[in-house]
């Protein structure tokens, strides 16, 4: 197991922000640094919201070790043919490092206030999985492509130059009846959402059966998780950091919560769920002897 940090990037993400998550994600010895992809959040003010793959590029310049991504990155508001060429691009960048996590798209407001159709879930999905076809069909051909799909067509079309590696794609989400056989048809990485230690063992054995019925083994994709994680040196100052929140609704949802050794405990159990990195979201974003204690605490007793 280890530990990445995942921000919400419409959640006031500037380019202070990202710079300073940058260089502590680098040197604390943290495996990745992960962050959203939307224009605002479901509700509320307008937040600072730095655009993603501007963001994603100045990863893949200005760092040497850490992994990143979108978690997840939705095709309703960006063009699959894009957002292939932007991966490919920025993995090479960045020496292999990105991990292209894509998604359906699901916050209305987001879509209603820029203009783009989020679709009823039938068509979004149907979008969503041929979105996902033309990334993988531009990313992983070296020879000109057609598609022909009810959203999105190619014709004769081929991506230059050529991606350095094959760029591994995250699914995220735990929907079993439509997320988990996407992952199992063209991830190479499923990113369970916001589960429990229990949760995530039922959806992997049903991912395996799935992964089963393509011919693929288990070994195939990864198993990541991003949840919440709330940390405190001490039982004064993690009670200071529960403060007006509902700590029974955050055990039901099994969010990490604690000291640096209650951490470490929670953490272990989505291990031994077979969960090999968590993507810590961190939502205060200048919570910085937060991560500082994530990274001298607990990290060390994972490895």
Same mark, same amino acid.
């Given at each position: 197991?280890?530990?990445?940090?995942?921000?919400?990037?419409?959640?006031?993400?500037?380019?202070?922000?990202?710079?300073?998550?940058?260089?502590?994600?680098?040197?604390?010895?943290?495996?990745?640094?992960?962050?959203?992809?939307?224009?605002?959040?479901?509700?509320?003010?307008?937040?600072?919201?730095?655009?993603?793959?501007?963001?994603?590029?100045?990863?893949?310049?200005?760092?040497?070790?850490?992994?990143?991504?979108?978690?997840?990155?939705?095709?309703?508001?960006?063009?699959?043919?894009?957002?292939?060429?932007?991966?490919?691009?920025?993995?090479?960048?960045?020496?292999?490092?990105?991990?292209?996590?894509?998604?359906?798209?699901?916050?209305?407001?987001?879509?209603?206030?820029?203009?783009?159709?989020?679709?009823?879930?039938?068509?979004?999905?149907?979008?969503?999985?041929?979105?996902?076809?033309?990334?993988?069909?531009?990313?992983?051909?070296?020879?000109?492509?057609?598609?022909?799909?009810?959203?999105?067509?190619?014709?004769?079309?081929?991506?230059?130059?050529?991606?350095?590696?094959?760029?591994?794609?995250?699914?995220?989400?735990?929907?079993?009846?439509?997320?988990?056989?996407?992952?199992?048809?063209?991830?190479? %990485?499923?990113?369970? $959402?916001?589960?429990?230690? *229990?949760?995530?063992?039922?959806?992997?054995?049903?991912?395996? @059966? &799935? +992964? =089963?019925?393509?011919?693929?083994?288990?070994?195939?994709?990864?198993?990541?998780?991003?949840?919440?994680?709330?940390?405190?040196?001490?039982?004064?100052?993690?009670?200071?950091?529960?403060?007006?929140?509902?700590?029974?609704?955050?055990?039901?949802?099994?969010?990490?919560?604690?000291?640096?050794?209650?951490?470490?405990?929670?953490?272990?159990?989505?291990? %031994?769920?077979?969960? $090999?990195?968590?993507?810590? *979201?961190?939502?205060?974003?200048?919570?910085?002897?937060?991560? @500082? &204690? +994530? =990274?001298?605490?607990?990290?060390?007793?994972?490895?």
């Amino acid at each position: 197991m280890d530990i990445a940090i995942m921000i919400e990037g419409q959640d006031g993400l500037n380019w202070e922000r990202w710079k300073r998550h940058a260089r502590m994600a680098e040197d604390l010895g943290f495996a990745g640094l992960y962050r959203s992809d939307h224009f605002a959040n479901a509700d509320g003010p307008h937040l600072d919201a730095l655009e993603l793959w501007i963001s994603l590029a100045y990863l893949a310049a200005e760092t040497k070790r850490i992994e990143f991504g979108p978690m997840v990155s939705p095709v309703s508001f960006r063009n699959p043919v894009v957002t292939a060429w932007s991966a490919g691009a920025v993995d090479d960048l960045s020496g292999g490092r990105l991990h292209l996590g894509l998604g359906a798209g699901w916050n209305v407001r987001e879509h209603a206030e820029f203009g783009f159709p989020l679709l009823d879930l039938d068509p979004r999905f149907q979008r969503y999985e041929e979105g996902v076809q033309v990334i993988l069909t531009l990313l992983r051909s070296d020879e000109p492509a057609a598609f022909s799909g009810d959203f999105y067509q190619l014709d004769n079309a081929l991506m230059l130059p050529r991606p350095a590696r094959r760029v591994p794609i995250v699914i995220g989400g735990n929907g079993p009846l439509r997320t988990l056989p996407l992952v199992a048809k063209y991830a190479d %990485e499923w990113n369970a $959402v916001y589960a429990t230690p *229990q949760k995530v063992r039922e959806l992997s054995a049903k991912l395996d @059966e &799935l +992964l =089963a019925n393509e011919g693929r083994e288990p070994s195939d994709v990864r198993r990541t998780l991003m949840h919440r994680v709330i940390i405190g040196k001490n039982e004064a100052q993690l009670k200071s950091k529960l403060d007006g929140l509902d700590v029974d609704d955050l055990r039901e949802r099994a969010v990490i919560f604690g000291t640096p050794s209650d951490v470490v405990e929670q953490i272990g159990a989505f291990a %031994e769920a077979g969960i $090999v990195r968590l993507m810590a *979201q961190w939502l205060d974003q200048d919570d910085v002897e937060g991560l @500082e &204690l +994530l =990274a001298t605490e607990v990290l060390p007793q994972l490895n």
